[in-house]
């Protein structure tokens, strides 16, 4: 790669910024960059302001809020005290403007996210996707003004001042919680507490991947951090534990997450609920774990501590800091009634009176604004130097800097579809999730970013790409992940991991009933426009003796109801090659790929190529498109529909029998196309699917008939569950004929 071509690398995660934010406002030249600077290292004074922690309080005392003490008005603010307070005020404010928001974690977290962005965070605010930035998270989403300040005074396009002042309003880059879709800058959407720092496992999973499979004694050209700010709540929610245990194993050394330790949630101080010991928790995890224990005015002590947090590099870092929420409001700080609610006119003034910030509404003092301006060019400096040190290494190691940059810019390698297996009816039946293998293996050579893994059942949803060993602590290189018995935590991690560069392409898996323990995961998916393909084995009936606890139901129609989510169900290996081809060409919906455990015929008439119109014909010997009945079936009962179309034509009739493999993908298809494959004069239709009929009828119409199960499974052989539940051919066929 030549000089100029790496900053056709940078322009090319530029456009990226541009598409995803559906805006013009970030387009920026980089042309001319300027040469390297290093970033500068502030330093402070204690600040004035002091607020000493309450200790825990017994149950039987009441929890009221602590008292701030004056401001010595003889001190002399610091510059990073004043920027400091300049963050806790656009907090203050937006939340003021709204009447809606956080105010009380950006108060208390401002001096560490001042550290975090001023001080120690390597960034271009000009192309928030520059490859080897740092990553911020911030789990505890509700304090999201804390990182909209940081955004605005480092620079970044995307949260002007009058982003600020419409905070959580309509069109606003400045949403209620951090959404990466919307605002450049913000790199996961977070809000339901511990997804964040799942996320965040996630990115600091990728970059270790990335670092031991394309850094080179003579170039380390992946080197950057993953920050992490969670709360109490995060902590509470199991899905952090699962996160922070697998960052244990793993040896995660370049995550630091930081535990806004301020004892209060919205329903009063922790101890009513959470009095466990944090730091032996997560030392147990296998975290390094260090105490800041003034957060509130020491940020020695939180330098200090980031910078032992970067010498322990075989462990992840849980730095405890202990502060205050609301801090500077002389009435309300320490008590959850800071936690989400705007602080009020008054106490706003007294808090600008306690704090000594005799400023308008959403000003940045100049002294402030022309400390944190340096970011532009040095984050310009930064990425040059490594837009050079890629040219040097592209022409180093060509092949590995190819791979790199496909996952890079996620441009897909040309003619990677050409590797998917084709199938004939000849080829022997087989479960889909064993077709679902072949397709995974065929496509892992081709595909750069394909990584992923499975619940502790790699060898039942068969998920093992068999050219790769295991993501470990000693072969981060590697490309099969052990997710353990913790599915919330894989389906999150999987999305930090997707949206830690576009050609990511995580996969995971489970038993598709146990997306149930996954859903707000695979929500945040959809959200987050984050590529991520679920792979769901045992999705029905068919599993059989494992019974109803195990046997899917209502599982097909609650996804078909999520937004911005492709829900598949392949026949047989044909539709899966298919699912997996769309699943892998949608870079910003996530897939579920719901397959069976039972063998399945490959049919005549299926096709790679149909599964992405989601509902295609598979057999008809009607004319002039008008068919006697219409048979719509998917997955293992295409099958079904299948023979019971072949019974009914021996009957003379003319008889239509249609994949509906994805509601989804149909529906994006034009009206012509719908009008070919479902006319809307034919109104006798059959579904027949061994899940609920809930939604069917929007596809058969009112004279329809859906044949499926609306009640639960049952623990018998499949054949025999099949028989007594009606889904058979011989129920469609009479369906078949009371419909027309």
Same mark, same amino acid.
């Given at each position: 790669?030549?000089?100029?071509?790496?900053?056709?690398?940078?322009?090319?995660?530029?456009?990226?910024?541009?598409?995803?934010?559906?805006?013009?406002?970030?387009?920026?030249?980089?042309?001319?960059?300027?040469?390297?600077?290093?970033?500068?290292?502030?330093?402070?004074?204690?600040?004035?302001?002091?607020?000493?922690?309450?200790?825990?309080?017994?149950?039987?005392?009441?929890?009221?809020?602590?008292?701030?003490?004056?401001?010595?008005?003889?001190?002399?603010?610091?510059?990073?005290?004043?920027?400091?307070?300049?963050?806790?005020?656009?907090?203050?404010?937006?939340?003021?403007?709204?009447?809606?928001?956080?105010?009380?974690?950006?108060?208390?977290?401002?001096?560490?996210?001042?550290?975090?962005?001023?001080?120690?965070?390597?960034?271009?605010?000009?192309?928030?996707?520059?490859?080897?930035?740092?990553?911020?998270?911030?789990?505890?989403?509700?304090?999201?003004?804390?990182?909209?300040?940081?955004?605005?005074?480092?620079?970044?396009?995307?949260?002007?001042?009058?982003?600020?002042?419409?905070?959580?309003?309509?069109?606003?880059?400045?949403?209620?919680?951090?959404?990466?879709?919307?605002?450049?800058?913000?790199?996961?959407?977070?809000?339901?507490?511990?997804?964040?720092?799942?996320?965040?496992?996630?990115?600091?999973?990728?970059?270790?991947?990335?670092?031991?499979?394309?850094?080179?004694?003579?170039?380390?050209?992946?080197?950057?951090?993953?920050?992490?700010?969670?709360?109490?709540?995060?902590?509470?929610?199991?899905?952090?534990?699962?996160?922070?245990?697998?960052?244990?194993?793993?040896?995660?050394?370049?995550?630091?997450?930081?535990?806004?330790?301020?004892?209060?949630?919205?329903?009063?101080?922790?101890?009513?609920?959470?009095?466990?010991?944090?730091?032996?928790?997560?030392?147990?995890?296998?975290?390094?774990?260090?105490?800041?224990?003034?957060?509130?005015?020491?940020?020695?002590?939180?330098?200090?501590?980031?910078?032992?947090?970067?010498?322990?590099?075989?462990?992840?870092?849980?730095?405890?800091?202990?502060?205050?929420?609301?801090?500077?409001?002389?009435?309300?700080?320490?008590?959850?009634?800071?936690?989400?609610?705007?602080?009020?006119?008054?106490?706003?003034?007294?808090?600008?009176?306690?704090?000594?910030?005799?400023?308008?509404?959403?000003?940045?003092?100049?002294?402030?604004?022309?400390?944190?301006?340096?970011?532009?060019?040095?984050?310009?400096?930064?990425?040059?130097?490594?837009?050079?040190?890629?040219?040097?290494?592209?022409?180093?190691?060509?092949?590995?800097?190819?791979?790199?940059?496909?996952?890079?810019?996620?441009?897909?390698?040309?003619?990677?579809?050409?590797?998917?297996?084709?199938?004939?009816?000849?080829?022997?039946?087989?479960?889909?999730?064993?077709?679902?293998?072949?397709?995974?293996?065929?496509?892992?050579?081709?595909?750069?970013?394909?990584?992923?893994?499975?619940?502790?059942?790699?060898?039942?949803?068969?998920?093992?790409?068999?050219?790769?060993?295991?993501?470990?602590?000693?072969?981060?290189?590697?490309?099969?992940?052990?997710?353990?018995?913790?599915?919330?935590?894989?389906?999150?991690?999987?999305?930090?991991?997707?949206?830690?560069?576009?050609?990511?392409?995580?996969?995971?898996? @489970?038993?598709?009933?146990?997306?149930?323990?996954?859903? !707000?995961?695979? $929500?945040? #998916?959809? *959200? %987050?426009? +984050? &590529?991520?393909?679920?792979?769901?084995?045992?999705?029905?009936?068919?599993?059989?003796?494992?019974?109803?606890?195990?046997?899917?139901?209502?599982?097909?129609?609650?996804?078909?109801?999520?937004?911005?989510?492709?829900?598949?169900?392949?026949?047989?290996?044909?539709? @899966?090659?298919?699912?997996?081809?769309?699943?892998?060409? !949608?870079?910003? $919906?996530? #897939?579920? *790929? %719901?397959? +069976? &455990?039972?063998?399945?015929?490959?049919?005549?008439?299926?096709?790679?190529?149909?599964?992405?119109?989601?509902?295609?014909?598979?057999?008809?010997?009607?004319?002039?498109?008008?068919?006697?009945?219409?048979?719509?079936?998917?997955?293992?009962?295409?099958?079904?529909?299948?023979?019971?179309?072949?019974?009914?034509?021996?009957?003379?009739?003319?008889?239509?029998?249609?994949?509906?493999? +994805?509601?989804?993908?149909?529906?994006?298809?034009?009206?012509?196309?719908?009008?070919?494959?479902?006319?809307?004069?034919?109104?006798?239709?059959?579904?027949?699917?061994?899940?609920?009929?809930?939604?069917?009828?929007?596809?058969?119409?009112?004279?329809?008939?859906?044949?499926?199960?609306?009640?639960?499974?049952?623990?018998?052989?499949?054949?025999?569950?099949?028989?007594?539940?009606?889904?058979?051919?011989?129920?469609?066929?009479?369906?078949?004929?009371?419909?027309?």
């Amino acid at each position: 790669m030549t000089s100029s071509s790496s900053v056709t690398l940078s322009q090319a995660l530029l456009a990226r910024a541009i598409s995803h934010s559906n805006s013009t406002s970030d387009r920026v030249s980089l042309s001319s960059l300027p040469s390297f600077s290093g970033l500068k290292s502030t330093s402070s004074a204690a600040a004035s302001v002091k607020l000493a922690r309450v200790p825990r309080r017994r149950l039987s005392r009441p929890v009221r809020a602590a008292a701030v003490e004056t401001l010595d008005k003889t001190t002399e603010t610091s510059l990073v005290e004043k920027s400091v307070n300049t963050i806790r005020f656009l907090a203050i404010d937006a939340v003021e403007k709204a009447n809606s928001g956080h105010p009380g974690l950006p108060m208390g977290c401002a001096p560490m996210g001042h550290i975090l962005y001023d001080e120690i965070m390597r960034y271009n605010p000009k192309n928030p996707y520059w490859f080897n930035r740092d990553r911020f998270v911030l789990s505890a989403g509700h304090g999201c003004m804390l990182q909209y300040a940081l955004l605005h005074l480092a620079g970044y396009d995307s949260v002007k001042e009058e982003d600020l002042k419409g905070f959580r309003q309509w069109g606003s880059k400045t949403p209620g919680h951090p959404e990466n879709f919307e605002t450049p800058g913000v790199e996961v959407t977070t809000g339901p507490l511990g997804q964040g720092i799942a996320n965040a496992v996630g990115l600091a999973l990728a970059e270790k991947h990335l670092a031991a499979r394309f850094n080179k004694p003579d170039s380390e050209i992946v080197d950057h951090y993953t920050y992490c700010i969670l709360g109490d709540g995060c902590q509470m929610e199991g899905i952090s534990n699962e996160a922070a245990s697998l960052a244990g194993h793993w040896g995660l050394g370049k995550l630091i997450a930081f535990y806004d330790d301020n004892h209060i949630s919205i329903d009063g101080d922790t101890e009513i609920a959470f009095t466990e010991n944090v730091d032996a928790r997560y030392e147990a995890l296998g975290w390094h774990v260090l105490w800041v224990k003034n957060g509130n005015t020491g940020y020695d002590e939180i330098r200090a501590a980031i910078k032992e947090a970067k010498a322990v590099t075989d462990k992840p870092t849980l730095i405890k800091v202990t502060t205050t929420i609301g801090f500077g409001s002389p009435n309300k700080a320490n008590s959850y009634s800071v936690h989400g609610a705007a602080l009020g006119a008054k106490e706003v003034d007294a808090t600008r009176q306690n704090l000594g910030w005799p400023y308008e509404p959403f000003h940045v003092p100049e002294d402030v604004k022309s400390h944190w301006s340096r970011h532009t060019p040095e984050g310009a400096a930064l990425e040059a130097e490594w837009n050079a040190k890629f040219a040097e290494y592209e022409k180093k190691y060509a092949e590995e800097a190819a791979e790199l940059k496909s996952i890079i810019t996620g441009e897909l390698p040309a003619g990677w579809e050409k590797a998917l297996p084709t199938y004939t009816p000849e080829v022997p039946a087989d479960a889909t999730r064993n077709l679902s293998q072949a397709n995974l293996n065929a496509l892992a050579p081709v595909l750069p970013g394909l990584i992923g893994g499975s619940a502790d059942l790699a060898s039942s949803n068969m998920t093992l790409m068999k050219m790769f060993g295991d993501f470990q602590k000693g072969t981060p290189e590697e490309r099969n992940i052990r997710f353990g018995v913790r599915e919330h935590a894989m389906g999150a991690i999987s999305n930090g991991i997707s949206l830690h560069s576009p050609g990511f392409i995580p996969y995971c898996a @489970t038993f598709f009933v146990f997306t149930d323990y996954m859903r !707000n995961a695979i $929500r945040l #998916s959809a *959200l %987050a426009e +984050s &590529r991520v393909i679920y792979v769901m084995t045992h999705d029905s009936i068919g599993l059989g003796e494992d019974g109803p606890t195990h046997q899917p139901i209502e599982h097909l129609a609650s996804f078909r109801a999520m937004p911005n989510i492709l829900m598949l169900r392949p026949a047989d290996g044909n539709e @899966t090659a298919g699912s997996y081809k769309v699943a892998v060409e !949608n870079k910003k $919906r996530p #897939s579920i *790929l %719901a397959l +069976s &455990r039972q063998k399945l015929p490959n049919l005549a008439g299926t096709s790679v190529e149909g599964v992405a119109t989601g509902g295609y014909i598979v057999s008809d010997n009607s004319t002039g498109n008008k068919p006697d009945v219409i048979l719509i079936g998917t997955g293992s009962e295409l099958e079904i529909a299948y023979k019971a179309g072949e019974e009914l034509r021996k009957e003379g009739k003319a008889v239509r029998v249609v994949s509906f493999v +994805s509601w989804e993908l149909f529906e994006d298809q034009s009206d012509a196309y719908k009008e070919s494959v479902l006319p809307a004069a034919v109104t006798a239709r059959v579904s027949i699917e061994a899940g609920s009929t809930f939604g069917w009828h929007k596809i058969i119409g009112t004279k329809g008939k859906a044949i499926g199960i609306d009640r639960f499974g049952a623990s018998a052989p499949a054949p025999i569950i099949y028989k007594e539940y009606g889904i058979t051919v011989e129920a469609v066929i009479a369906a078949a004929k009371e419909v027309c």
